[in-house]
């Protein structure tokens, strides 16, 4: 069995710095929409899962597909409307053409058809969000952050969980968890900041010593 290391690429992570300011961001060029992708006006008609409005959408490749993470998922359009509350939902689509929207193909689903809460390792906190992905073998290993509280993004811990197709959740890795007893806006298990304070990408590197297994 190989064993492989997640290995965070440090030069492709964007840390935003407590000096960052919105005076730093000069405006937006050569932007546009090319489609909305949840909601009952999207193309993809996700009300019928009982998707209106997410937060986030990491993407991860993974066997031919690609899947998207979402961190809070409502049957309404915004948290304000809200409905069937999710803390994460994720979907796939085998659409390799971007230029005109993306398909969704299907989503990990609960018995009555609409998208199902795919992380849920244990404690209830204010919410679990998935903060990154990465394929490993048959499976996908997913980030998420436990928060405990919206005020000052105060986050309790943050964990890693993996998932085969088929399977309805994620199972959580039990010895891979960040405590954060005094809460605050700290790593999200994979060098990143919590809350939306940073991004970070990552690759698998094989027959390495780590904490997941193909």
Known sequence: MNVTKLTLGAACALLLSSQASARDIVGIQNFRIVSRLTGSASQNRTDAVGVGGTDLGHMVNHNGKTYFLFGDTF??????????????????????????????????????????????????????????AISVGDKIYAWYMHVSDWNGWTLSHAGLGWWREGDSQFTNVPNYRFENPAGGAYTTGNGTLGGNFGMVAAREESSSPGCCQA
Request: net charge negative; aromatic share 10%.
């Open 75 to 132: 049957t309404g359009e915004t948290p304000f409307v809200g409905g069937d509350w999710r803390q994460n939902a994720m979907a796939w689509s085998t659409d390799l053409n971007p230029s005109n929207g993306i398909t969704f193909d299907g989503w990990v689903t609960r018995p009555n058809g609409t998208a199902n809460q795919v992380i849920s390792p244990g404690s209830q906190p204010v919410t679990y969000i998935p903060t990154g």
